[in-house]
C-alpha cells in the first residue's frame, strides 16, 4: 500500500460529479479528505491523502485528470520565507500536525511538509507573515 | 576572590577575559561548581530577543523652510506622537496605520527606518508667528534625520507568564493563537539566557549598564515600566512570572534590522521584535551561581487567557524546562508548548556581545544608581471623583 497527498482543483461542471465516491468504489483508492472548498457552480479545491496499492493511484490519477481536474502534490503548497525567519516558534503554537516544529538546541523551525494538512493556521499566526499556503 | 568591574575591564583590553554565554556558564557552573567558575569566568552574556510592544522611538526630523511646529504627524500614514517641540516625534512600536490597520504600524516604521528606506512624511500645524507652515508632505529617512534613538520604557522582562485558552473558541492574542480546549501553552521568555534571570537581585544591572540593543551598544536609562521586584521568588531569587524591566536607549544609526524586527500579532495588532543582551560580570562566586541558573530552575504560571480579568488565577506552575520539552500537561490533557520570542536569536545576540568584548570594543560599565529592589505595582481603579 502507498500513500499519496494530493490537492484536487475541479473545474465548476466536474464538482456536481460523485467524484470521490468514484475513487472508492470503482478504484479501490482510500480517499480521506483533509480539507475541502466545494462550491456548487465554483471551481472546487480539495486535499486528500489516497491509499492504495501504487498501480490503483496511478490510475485513480489518470480518471481524475481525464474529468478535467488538476491534480497536483500537496506538498508544494505551503511556503515558508526561511531567509526572513527569527525563529521564534509562534508557528508550532497552533501546528497540531506537527508539521512545524522547534526544538532544542537548535531552536530552528523544521517545517515537515508530508505533515502538513494545509489548514493555513500558521499564516495567522507567524508574528512576521512569511508563510503561505495555497491550497 | 572578588573582582571589580575596573579589573575584569584591564583584563578585555589585554584580551584575556574569559567571556561565556548564559548557556554555556549554566553548563560550566554545574560541572565545575560556582566557586571554580567564579575564579576562571569574567563575564557572562546574555541574550534575548522577543516581542516587546513597549518600545518605540524619538527621531528629530530638521527643520523645514519656513519652519513648522507639527501638530499631527503622519508616517506612512501611520499616526507618530508630536507633542513635543517643533519637530520631535516619538514613534510608539504599537501605533496602527489609519489605512492599513493592523497590518503595518510604528513597529514597521522602525524595522523600515534600520533598512534604509523612505518614508512618506505627512504633517499639520496651527501656525504661529515662529512656526508659519500650516503643512508639510515629503519624504525622510534614517539619515536624513538629525537623532534617531530607541528609547523603551519597558522590555527584558525579568521572566514572563505563559498563555492558555480554556474557551470553545480561539484567542488571537499577544501571545500568538490560543487553541480553545486548552489547546497549547505559549511562553515569551529566553528563559536561562535572560538578562535579568541571571542577576535576580540587580546587582550588577542598574542605571547605565552598557548593553546591546538592537546591535547597537545602549545603555539601561532606568527601570521599566511595570517592574516588579516584589514578587514570588525560588530560594535562589529567580522570580515565578514577571519581575523587574528594563528602560533602555541606544542610537539607531548604529543598529541593524537583523536585531529589530516588526512584528504582526493576528488579531491583536503591530508589535516590535527587540534584540537584548547584557553583560553579567563575575565579581564573586554569588554572580557566578546566579548566571549558573537553567531553564530547570526557572519556572513561571500559566493563565487561561479567555479570563480577560485582572484577577484571574494561574492554572498551573511550570519549570522553562517542561516547556522546552514541547507539551506539557493542563487540566488532564496533553497540550502544545510554543515559544514567541526567539531562543536561537536570544542565544546569537548572547553570541555577538561575547564576540564583542572578547574583541575588546565593548567594556563594562559600573552602574550609577542601582535598579528599585523592593515595589509592587498600583492598579487602575474606576472612581467617581479625584480624591480618596
Known amino acids: 500500500m502507498a500513500k499519496r497527498r494530493l490537492v484536487l482543483t475541479f473545474p465548476p461542471e466536474v464538482v456536481e460529479r460523485p467524484v470521490v465516491a468514484t475513487l472508492v468504489k470503482e478504484f479501490d483508492v482510500l480517499t480521506n479528505i483533509l480539507r475541502a472548498q466545494v462550491q456548487e457552480g465554483e471551481v472546487g479545491r480539495m486535499l486528500v491523502e489516497l491509499e492504495a496499492e501504487p498501480s490503483a493511484i496511478r490510475a485513480a490519477m489518470r480518471y481524475l485528470e481525464e474529468l478535467g481536474v488538476i491534480v497536483e502534490d500537496a506538498i508544494k503548497d505551503i511556503d515558508m520565507n526561511d531567509e526572513l525567519c527569527i525563529d521564534c516558534g509562534a508557528c508550532t503554537a497552533v501546528c497540531l500536525p506537527r508539521a512545524l516544529k522547534i526544538e532544542p538546541p537548535e531552536w530552528k523551525i523544521e517545517l515537515d511538509k508530508e505533515r502538513c494538512i494545509l489548514c493555513g493556521f500558521c499564516v495567522d499566526a507567524c508574528p512576521l507573515k512569511i508563510i503561505s499556503v495555497r491550497f | ?388
Not at chain 2, 527621531?59 to 517641540?85: E, T, Y
Not at chain 2, 563575575?282 to 513561571?300: H, K, N, R
Request: charged letters at 20%.
Open chain 2, 1 to 388: 576572590m572578588a573582582k571589580t568591574i575596573e579589573e575584569i575591564n584591564e583584563r578585555i583590553k589585554k584580551g584575556e577575559a574569559v567571556v561565556l554565554t548564559a548557556d554555556e556558564m549554566t553548563r560550566f557552573v554545574r560541572e565545575e561548581g560556582a566557586a571554580q567558575a567564579s575564579k576562571k569566568v569574567d563575564v557572562v552574556t546574555t541574550g534575548t530577543f522577543g516581542p516587546m510592544c513597549s518600545s518605540g522611538a524619538f527621531i528629530n526630523l530638521g527643520h523645514s523652510d519656513p519652519p513648522m511646529k507639527m501638530h499631527r504627524v503622519w508616517l506612512n500614514d501611520v499616526p507618530v506622537c508630536a507633542d513635543l517641540a517643533a519637530v520631535d516625534i516619538y514613534i510608539g512600536a504599537t501605533a496602527l496605520s489609519d489605512t492599513e490597520g493592523m497590518n503595518y504600524g510604528g513597529g514597521h516604521l522602525i524595522e523600515d527606518l534600520l533598512k534604509g528606506k523612505w518614508l512618506r512624511l505627512k504633517a499639520s500645524a496651527i501656525p504661529t508667528d515662529c512656526y508659519p507652515r500650516r503643512e508639510i508632505q515629503t519624504y525622510i529617512n534614517l539619515e536624513s534625520v538629525n537623532e534617531a534613538f530607541l528609547f523603551n520604557p519597558r522590555n527584558a522582562y525579568q521572566n514572563y507568564v505563559c498563555a492558555t485558552n480554556g474557551s470553545d473558541r480561539t484567542l488571537y492574542t499577544y501571545m500568538g493563537v490560543l487553541i480553545p480546549g486548552y489547546g497549547n501553552v505559549t511562553y515569551s521568555s529566553a528563559g536561562a539566557l535572560s538578562p535579568l534571570l541571571n542577576d535576580p537581585y540587580y546587582r550588577t544591572i542598574g542605571v547605565g549598564t552598557r548593553v546591546f540593543l538592537g546591535g547597537a551598544p545602549g545603555y539601561v536609562a532606568w527601570h521599566g515600566t511595570q517592574h516588579r521586584p516584589s514578587v514570588e521568588r525560588t530560594p535562589r531569587g529567580v522570580p515565578v512570572g514577571p519581575g523587574g524591566t528594563l528602560s533602555l536607549i541606544a542610537d539607531m544609526k548604529k543598529m541593524s534590522h537583523e536585531f529589530i524586527r516588526a512584528a504582526r500579532f493576528h488579531r491583536y495588532g503591530v508589535s516590535l521584535y527587540v534584540g537584548i543582551g547584557v553583560p553579567i560580570p563575575i565579581l564573586d562566586e554569588e554572580m557566578a551561581s546566579f548566571t549558573g541558573v537553567g531553564d530547570d530552575e526557572i519556572y513561571t504560571y500559566i493563565y487561561d487567557y479567555s479570563e480577560p480579568t485582572r484577577s484571574r488565577k494561574p492554572l498551573k506552575k511550570v519549570s522553562y524546562a517542561e516547556l522546552h520539552s514541547g507539551n506539557v500537561e493542563i487540566m488532564g490533557k496533553k497540550a502544545i508548548t510554543a515559544p514567541i520570542s526567539s531562543i536561537r536569536m536570544a542565544k546569537r545576540i548572547a553570541q555577538v556581545l561575547r564576540d564583542w568584548i572578547k574583541s575588546g570594543e565593548f567594556l563594562l560599565t559600573e552602574p550609577v544608581q542601582k535598579l528599585p529592589t523592593e515595589g509592587t505595582l498600583n492598579t487602575l481603579e474606576i472612581r467617581d471623583r479625584g480624591e480618596g
